[in-house]
């Protein structure tokens, strides 16, 4: 926790060094003309003008994070089962030689988004931590908030991060928005809302996106029913933002080869919608993945 400090204060610094320029190279004053604190303080809304004046410290890979510390807590100083050293070479290594390990790890040691009480309670914990690192001054007067955005990097920056205490292999995306990791199985939607509860969510507000993907439901009022009941139990928990996908792997993978036929196949990626056929096969490789679970 105190080389994130470090790290979040620093990145601050960096960012303030930007935002001081941002007002010389690229002023908003039509915007800044809509907002009525602007034309009071006769200040473009890059200089400060606004009446809120704050700065994203944005974070990614909920799950990765949370699973990783709660898996070193576990192996290393409660189960004993290996040095924190042996855990750091296990990694570096890929987790070659150690499938057995690496199942332990995914099976047995329980998973954020899970509702299991012991990871709900260990959750809302470190993410309050989180939370309290950010609070630093902007160079527009304002405050430094934390969030976790649904930004589609989770996928890029996974391709360069290597193996996680939690299971996942290098190389592969990290964890997306507030949802548990995609290797994690979760016997209904529910599991993942539930697991919400003990979070507070107005310690980012910013943002704080759960996702779910659901298959598709051709019965339209039992589709309709599930969505309901799935938002209702949502909203009861306290959670920040929702978004669903509802599509079959068989939908998608017949969409990439005949595209022609799938013109209007709109997708939920992360944080935005799109027409499935224009994406990247990476992207397209993704969301086809996330369609088994």
């Not at 017949?254 to 994406?279: D, I």
Request: charged fraction near 25%; aromatic fraction near 10%.
């Amino acid at each position: 926790m105190i080389f994130l400090m470090i790290f979040f204060s620093l990145k601050s610094e960096l960012k303030n060094k930007r935002e001081a320029l941002w007002c010389e190279l690229d002023p908003y004053p039509l915007y800044s003309s809509t907002f009525p604190s602007s034309l009071e303080k006769g200040k473009d809304v890059t200089e400060g003008g606004a009446k809120y004046n704050s700065t994203s410290l944005s974070m990614l890979g909920t799950a990765t994070v949370i699973d990783s510390v709660f898996s070193v807590k576990r192996l290393v100083y409660e189960e004993k089962k290996l040095t924190l050293k042996e855990l750091v070479g296990v990694l570096n290594n890929n987790f070659a030689g150690q499938e057995e390990l690496r199942q332990y790890i995914i099976n047995q040691i329980p998973k954020h988004g899970t509702n299991s009480e012991v990871m709900n309670e260990f959750s809302a914990g470190m993410l309050s931590d989180l939370a309290r690192m950010s609070g630093q001054t902007n160079a527009r007067g304002g405050l430094y908030l934390p969030a976790f955005y649904p930004h589609d990097l989770y996928r890029d920056l996974g391709f360069k991060t290597g193996s996680t205490p939690d299971g996942r292999l290098g190389g592969t995306p990290l964890s997306r928005g507030v949802s548990p990791s995609e290797f994690v199985e979760t016997a209904s939607p529910l599991d993942l809302v539930n697991s919400l509860k003990p979070i507070d969510f107005t310690e980012y507000a910013e943002s704080f996106c759960a996702e779910i993907t659901l298959p598709n439901m051709p019965d339209r009022e039992k589709a309709k029913a599930i969505l309901t009941a799935i938002m209702r139990a949502f909203l009861e928990v306290g959670g920040s933002s929702l978004q669903f996908n509802m599509v079959d792997r068989e939908m998608l993978v017949e969409a990439r080869k005949n595209p022609e036929q799938f013109k209007n196949l709109c997708v939920r990626v992360c944080g935005y919608s799109a027409v499935f056929v224009t994406l990247d096969e990476k992207v397209q490789d993704d969301l086809i993945e996330r369609a088994v679970r």
